[in-house]
């Protein structure tokens, strides 16, 4: 018995989820697409020609061609000759959904730029897994993706990060987690919840929780192997003042509409839009009555 159906495939670029870990972390859909697909494009042709295996998929005679961070207009084109002539094809990245930090957006581009229907056939994602188990808030997160691995540039872009009151979600290379966990402690404070996610859905799953100090010394000494993210936990609100909340809507009053400066207040400082609107409602009329006693 297998594991697929064969049916027939919908023209059309399709982005397939693949497992992060456990081969058995794939998706029914998935595992259609790969089997009736007229032609499929990898990240990596090795690493979809095991998981195939695995899973039964024959490959047949089907094109089976490359698309990695390296590839250019040639290897794009050779994917959108099979939509021209009304083909399907399925493309997966090394591991996880495409284009989350993985190559496809260039071809996603070219492709809906033709004109060809592009599709997405979900799963698997080190983000929302790693989500999942940090024990951080998910109810707003930011993905930022690989930070830069010099340290000023790194630094610079944690500190544009530090306000943000989101959960942040990080991946890291292993050869320098220890450097991101040394830039997060000292920029966003020691005290600063963090959640390294290590292995995810794989026999040496691990997931290290704490404040960032913790966290680094958790791992001060340990060679770390494997795909890791780190998860930051969101800046506390401060506390506003109403002096604060007052000139920071003078300031965007000047050059937005009442409304539109209210929302972008609300949003900067982490306050109720209603109560912002109320104070920006107030200001005005305020700045009006001076206006004619002044008359």
């Known amino acids: 018995m297998t594991n697929f159906e064969t049916r027939p495939v919908a023209p059309g670029l399709h982005f397939v989820a ?34 195939m295996e695995i899973h039964g998929i024959p490959l047949n005679s089907r094109p089976l061609l490359a698309y990695h961070d390296h590839s250019g207009a040639g290897d794009r084109n050779r994917i959108l000759a099979v939509l021209e002539r009304g083909g399907s094809v399925a493309y997966v990245s090394e591991a996880g959904t495409p284009l989350v930090a993985d190559p496809g957006y260039a071809l996603g581009r070219a492709a809906i730029a033709a004109g060809y229907t592009v599709l997405a056939a979900p799963g698997a994602s080190a983000v929302l897994a790693a989500l999942a188990v940090s024990g951080l808030p998910t109810d707003r997160f930011a993905f930022a993706g690989f930070l830069p691995p ?136 305020g700045t009006e009555d001076a206006e004619e006693d002044e008359s």
């Open 150 to 285: 010099a340290k000023t540039q790194r630094e610079t872009e944690i500190a544009a990060l530090r306000s943000l009151p989101f959960t942040l979600v990080l991946y890291e290379s292993p050869k320098r987690v220890h450097e991101l966990l040394g830039s997060l402690r000292d920029i966003l404070g020691a005290d600063r919840p963090v959640a390294l996610c290590r292995e995810l859905t794989k026999r040496f799953e691990e997931v290290i929780r704490g404040t960032a100090a913790e966290v680094c010394a958790a791992i001060e000494g340990r060679t770390l192997k494997g795909e890791i993210v780190v998860l930051v936990g969101r800046a506390e609100t401060e506390e506003v003042t109403g002096a604060d909340l007052e000139t920071a809507l003078r300031d965007a009053m000047r050059t937005m509409r009442m409304k539109d400066a209210a929302t972008a207040v609300a949003g900067a400082l982490g306050l109720p839009r209603r109560e912002v609107y109320q104070a920006a409602l107030a200001l005005e009329k």
């Open 18 to 51: 693949t497992p992060i870990g456990t081969a058995r972390d794939i998706t029914l859909r998935a595992l259609d697409l790969l089997a009736n697909a007229d032609a499929l494009a990898a990240e990596d042709t090795r690493t979809l020609r095991k998981l």
